[in-house]
């Protein structure tokens, strides 16, 4: 560790912490010091396969020592396993099969081939492997998988023009290539900038763009990993798995479909509580309830709104986790009532670290039952945290998931509506080294035993688990609410994210916009930053600018580290606050087409903010675009990212466009030079969208394309629970001077609006006819009842 992050770290721990953290790492270096496998040194490629058995939905391939497994679980999904290897316990996966698929096979000169109605695969004896189309578009080229020890190495070939997407949450340019990334979580200390790797959580997954296709591959070996995309051979990735069996799934089709499927693999993000996509308020430091009252009045005066607030590690007693600081929080139930009155939901902290303290009653159970990871010698390993010394779950244990669930039982009865879950990678302080469990502590692995390397990364995915599946026991009507720092893919079923402790830099918010991309395109879709930055003090201006960006992005939270600057959003004054006001209602006014785009997360796995070349994959000018995002199929957000700009270059995908603020309509693809005041971000609006937003109840935008169609979707419900449900869709058609609004209800959930407004863009009104009956409109907007279809003539 470097000495200035050294010194940042002890502004937070303290010197008696920082003393023990030498002790941690003694520790940790003993308990990793048992002898290993006699160490192989050189990479070892598979002998040849030998014989080929058919499976109904693939084949099995064996040599003298290793086997393939190719299994079809849909025609454009496939599930390939190397052995040997301890094959992954399936806690990534929901669905061992997607859809019955009709597979063919047949001896070629140097192997076999196997091919669904998608899918061609070349299997080679020697272990190379080529997919193909059935027409032979040849979209991905693996060399034979070599072995040392226990390890695997694997080689793809990359196209000169491919692109690569993913592998989950980085401080790293949205295209990939060219770099080497670790896959093991890890809490980079105090703050991170961009270039910073491994990060809190990892997705072994890539999505590859290139001339033949688009495919997605993830690897479900949760291993420590090592992903080199092009960087030691610019035409190839290398990834190194140190264990495991080298299982992994390849996905062919366009980008939309590859996350629909992958999601309908390793589970679909669930629909979130309303609220959670309002804005939340945070600070390491809140350490009173009347520090809360406080924050909460001074929101309500300058007519802020607020939608969750958010307790740190300070409302608990001594750190220790599942209590409450009965002097300063001396009625935490009171105060969750008294918020949610005013329509602000509670969400508290917990880290995975039990204080290790005989007077503690979740130390105690814990012990007793055995709860806690353990060396390979059996005494229970402990680890150094906030509390002082700890021990820690092991959630790969179904009985300490449970035993662990219940204790959110006490919070949700003190009126708690959500969890936040920090230090999960997990964390530990050490004065040097990894700041995690030795690598030799055991893990229950549902039984069938294990130890940290093949734990580590998925120990923050079942912390969640655990959480998740409790709530869902005692709370059956409502969605539970998570939000954690470390997970693993499938984290998406349990959890929402934030990118942790990023620093207080211009250089920090624009990778800020790569990395909510690329976990978007990891599978996780809901995540955001600390607006401002964890660790600094950013200036007016950089808060501003970042505040506006979260604005359009799914978790939306301002947060900071203890001793920084108070960052509440009238500390700036004037015109800050009125910007951030601004910016706070127009999130609020988006609510019900964020909401309709979370349902469709929920259908689909298709994350609320894309990269620009969503649906447009062909296009490469689009491709390393990360300063700028998609919210939905309607918005494209420009973010300025540059100290002092007042104006940005955004580049217009094809297709007409209009500017949000000013309803210019304006012609993609190309450059334009958008102005950018602080009061402003450039936004544009796709031509043909029909976007909903709350304004004098219900307000649908129409933005009239000049020719063709466009449509636009609401989804309503009661905002939590699992109750009816309404889809709404709404379908524009342009023909010369006449718009159609046509309205496609479907659902159960009451329509709530007697009547509401339409709002025209780029079309003035000279007549309506609603449902068959002229009716006398005049300018862009106008109150309507509900209706099956309207005809709009354009004033000429
Ligand atoms: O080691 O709980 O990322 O959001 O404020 C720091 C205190 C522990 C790290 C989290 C941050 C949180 C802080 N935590």
Request: one cysteine or more; aromatic letters at 12%; proline letters at 8%.
């Amino acid at each position: 560790m470097d000495p200035r992050k050294w010194l940042l770290a002890l502004r937070f721990v303290g010197w008696r912490t920082a003393g023990r953290a030498v002790r941690a790492a003694w520790e940790r270096d003993q308990a990793e010091r048992i002898p290993g496998p006699p160490q192989v040194l050189s990479w070892q490629p598979i002998d040849p396969l030998e014989h080929m058995v058919p499976l109904p939905d693939g084949a099995r391939f064996t040599g003298p020592n290793a086997e393939l497994e190719i299994r079809f679980l849909a025609p454009e999904v496939l599930r390939l396993s190397w052995t040997p290897g301890l094959l992954p316990l399936p806690y990534a996966i929901v669905r061992e099969t997607l859809e019955e698929t009709k597979v063919s096979w047949a001896p070629q000169p140097a192997g076999w081939m196997l091919e669904s109605p998608a899918i061609r695969i070349e299997v080679n004896a020697d272990g190379r492997l080529r997919f193909q189309t059935p027409a032979g578009r040849l979209w991905r080229e693996e060399d034979p998988p070599e072995r040392r020890g226990e390890a695997w190495r694997h080689r793809v070939r990359l196209r000169p023009e491919e692109r690569l997407y993913g592998l989950g949450e980085r401080a790293a340019p949205l295209n990939r290539r060219g770099r080497t990334y670790r896959m093991w979580n890890r809490d980079p200390g105090g703050s991170y900038g961009p270039n910073v790797d491994p990060l809190y959580l990892g997705v072994p997954l890539w999505i590859s763009v290139h001339a033949e296709g688009v495919y997605l591959v993830f690897y479900e070996n949760p291993y420590d990993a090592a992903f080199d995309l092009g960087a030691s051979e610019p035409d190839a990735v290398q990834v190194t798995f140190a264990g495991g069996a080298l299982r992994y799934y390849v996905f062919y089709g366009s980008l939309e479909g590859l996350l629909a499927r992958y999601t309908e693999l390793t589970g679909r993000p669930p629909l979130p509580p309303r609220w959670a996509l309002g804005f939340h308020q945070s600070r390491w430091s809140y350490g009173s309830a009347e520090e809360v009252r406080e924050v909460v009045r001074s929101f309500r005066e300058h007519h802020l709104p607020l939608h969750a607030l958010h307790l740190d590690i300070d409302y608990m007693d001594g750190y220790r986790v599942f209590t409450v600081d009965r002097q300063r929080f001396p009625d935490l139930a009171g105060l969750t009532r008294e918020l949610e009155g005013q329509g602000i939901r509670t969400v508290v902290i917990l880290d995975p670290g039990v204080k290790i303290d005989p007077g503690y009653s979740v130390y105690q159970e814990g012990m007793a039952r055995g709860a806690f990871c353990r060396l390979p010698d059996g005494r229970v390993y402990r680890g150094l945290v906030w509390p002082g010394w700890c021990v820690f779950p092991d959630f790969t244990d179904p009985s300490v998931r449970e035993w662990w669930g219940a204790h959110y039982q006490a919070l949700l009865e003190m009126g708690v509506a959500g969890f936040w879950h920090d230090m999960n990678e997990p964390t530990t302080f050490a004065a040097w080294g990894e700041p995690t469990f030795p690598r030799t502590v055991r893990h229950e692995m549902e039984g069938r035993g294990g130890d940290h390397l093949e734990a580590h990364n998925l120990y923050g995915l079942l912390m969640n688990r655990a959480a998740w599946e409790a709530l869902r026991r005692m709370q059956p009507d409502r969605r539970p609410f998570l939000l954690t720092r470390s997970g693993w893919a499938g984290i998406q079923r349990y959890a929402w994210n934030w990118t942790g402790d990023t620093e207080s830099t211009w250089a920090a918010l624009r990778q800020t916009i790569a990395t909510v991309i690329g976990l978007g395109l990891s599978g996780i879709p809901y995540t955001g930053p600390d607006i401002g930055g964890f660790s600094g003090a950013p200036s007016a201006e950089l808060f501003i600018r970042w505040f506006q960006a979260a604005a359009f992005m799914p978790f939306f939270r301002n947060h900071a580290a203890k001793g920084t600057p108070r960052r509440e959003p009238w500390v700036f004054g004037e015109p800050a606050l009125s910007i951030l006001r601004e910016f706070l209602e127009l999130r609020v006014r988006l609510l019900p087409y964020l909401y309709t785009l979370a349902w469709e997360a929920a259908q689909t796995g298709a994350p609320l903010v894309r990269p620009l070349f969503w649906g447009n994959e062909d296009d490469a000018s689009l491709g390393e675009i990360e300063d700028a995002f998609l919210l939905g199929p309607a918005l494209l957000v420009a973010p300025v990212v540059e100290e002092g700009a007042r104006a940005r270059k955004v580049f217009l995908p094809s297709g007409e466009w209009y500017d949000f603020w000013e309803d210019r309509r304006l012609a993609g693809p190309g450059f334009i030079e958008a102005e950018a005041p602080l009061e402003r971000i450039p936004v544009f609006v796709r031509a043909g969208s029909v976007l909903p937003m709350a304004e004098d109840g219900l307000t649908l935008h129409l933005y009239a394309p000049s020719a063709g169609e466009g449509e636009g979707t609401l989804y309503s419900d009661a905002g939590d629970g699992f109750g009816p449900y309404r889809v709404d869709r709404f379908r524009m058609e342009r023909e010369e001077d006449w718009l159609w609004l046509r309205w496609i209800p479907e659902g159960d959930f009451p329509w709530p609006w007697e009547t509401f407004t339409l709002r025209l863009h780029g079309f003035a009104v000279a007549r309506a006819v609603i449902d068959g009956q002229e009716s006398s409109i005049q300018g862009d907007r106008f109150r309507v009842r509900p209706f099956q279809e309207i005809r709009l003539e354009e004033k000429t």
